[in-house]
């Protein structure tokens, strides 16, 4: 079976969807990040700030235990300033509440 892809429109109808539940707004912004960074769902939920570097270049760069490196977009960068402050992220010390 050949993979199939979401296309910019999808990805961006995905990212405009209002949810009433905070828990699927939740949902939506991790897969989104999933998508934004090419992580997998697995590294986002280790994933921790302090993994999350500015390089020389002056871009924020992932950087995983499994030594991936991936810039991040700015609305990467949004979801994370969105849950800066969540506290399941500050509790467990994650970047995202996953």
Excluded at 41 to 67: C, M
Aim: proline share 3%.
């Amino acid at each position: 079976m050949i993979p199939s892809f979401l296309t910019i429109e999808e990805l961006t109808a995905v990212s405009q969807k209002d949810f009433d539940i905070q828990c699927l707004d939740q949902v939506r912004d991790i897969f989104l990040f999933s998508c934004y960074t090419g992580l997998a769902y697995v590294d986002v939920q280790k994933l921790s700030r302090s993994e999350i570097v500015t390089g020389q270049d002056g871009y924020d760069w992932v950087i995983t235990a499994r030594q991936k490196t991936k810039t991040l977009l700015p609305a990467a960068k949004n979801i994370m300033a969105k849950y800066e402050a969540h506290s399941q992220s500050k509790f467990n010390g994650k970047l995202l509440p996953v």
